[in-house]
Nanobody, 119 residues
């Protein structure tokens, strides 16, 4: 069984910063992608940023230049540094990890952490 434990969400003023962390534990192996998604009420979950095991990253357009994703392969942990936060960044942020065999991949999600950007 695989567990993803997220931390780092909270309330921050516009222009502020937060750092999210997600640690994977359990029977996890051959991790491909680690990433962050976000969701607001009534909307679909959307990709924020993703990073491969080789460190290749991709970002959603709204966060480019403000957010940085990184990972520590030894700790099976992914981070999301969020700078210059805007009210429209307010959402529940979910960690996502894809892992498994070449012929059979698994996708798992964290429980979500709330990020609120407001005065």
């Amino acid at each position: 069984q695989v567990q993803l434990v997220e931390s780092g969400g909270g309330l921050v003023q516009p222009g502020g910063s937060l750092r999210l962390s997600c640690a994977a534990s359990g029977s996890i192996f051959n991790i491909d992608f680690m990433g962050w998604y976000r969701q607001t009420p009534g909307k679909e979950r959307e990709l924020v940023a993703r990073i491969t095991s080789d460190g290749i990253t991709n970002y959603a357009e709204p966060v480019k230049g403000r957010f940085t994703i990184s990972r520590d392969n030894a700790k099976n942990t992914v981070y999301l540094q969020m700078n210059s936060l805007k009210p429209e960044d307010t959402a529940a942020y979910y960690c996502n990890v894809r892992y498994g065999y070449t012929w059979s991949k698994y996708n798992t999600w964290g429980q979500g952490t709330q990020v609120t950007v407001s005065t």
